[in-house]
């Protein structure tokens, strides 16, 4: 069994399936939340460490209102802006969709992946995070003389 959900074309069939899950409920404007593998998650800027959630394995995400709005959602990732903290500290949030263990709405479970998840190579996570910030209509304009 564990040669099955380590098998990378399950891996990408489950990610096929969690983006095409995640993609039906932005297209009906339903908010909804993702039960993460921390370490797969990524933040630009990083958390201070008094926030840091990668300190524990698994994290709940909350996609509503502006975070929801937020979204970029392509085939590797889903990333939004997110405030932590009291003090709401500002960030982009970035996660492989292949770490997204399930998502819910409201409780009812929509989505859970078996797979057993590997992040194939490393990315410039800051190129990624500008030009998810630049793809918002609503940033175009904080660079323009």
Request: net charge negative; hydrophobic share 45%; charged share 25%.
């Amino acid at each position: 069994m564990l040669k099955f959900l380590e098998d990378e074309n399950f891996i990408k069939l489950m990610q096929k399936h969690c983006f095409n899950v995640l993609e039906m409920l932005m297209d009906k404007n339903i908010f909804f939340s993702i039960a993460v593998k921390t370490e797969f998650v990524d933040f630009d800027p990083v958390l201070p460490e008094n926030l840091d959630i990668k300190k524990n394995p698994y994290a709940v995400f909350a996609l509503a209102g502006y975070t929801f709005e937020s979204i970029r959602l392509d085939k590797e990732k889903i990333n939004f802006h997110a405030g932590f903290g009291p003090e709401d500290f500002a960030t982009f949030v970035s996660v492989d969709l292949g770490a997204i263990t399930h998502i819910q709405v409201e409780n009812n479970v929509l989505f859970v992946n078996f797979s057993l998840y590997k992040r194939e190579k490393s990315e410039n996570l800051t190129q990624n995070s500008i030009d998810i910030f630049l793809n918002n209509p609503k940033n175009k304009n904080l660079f323009k003389k």
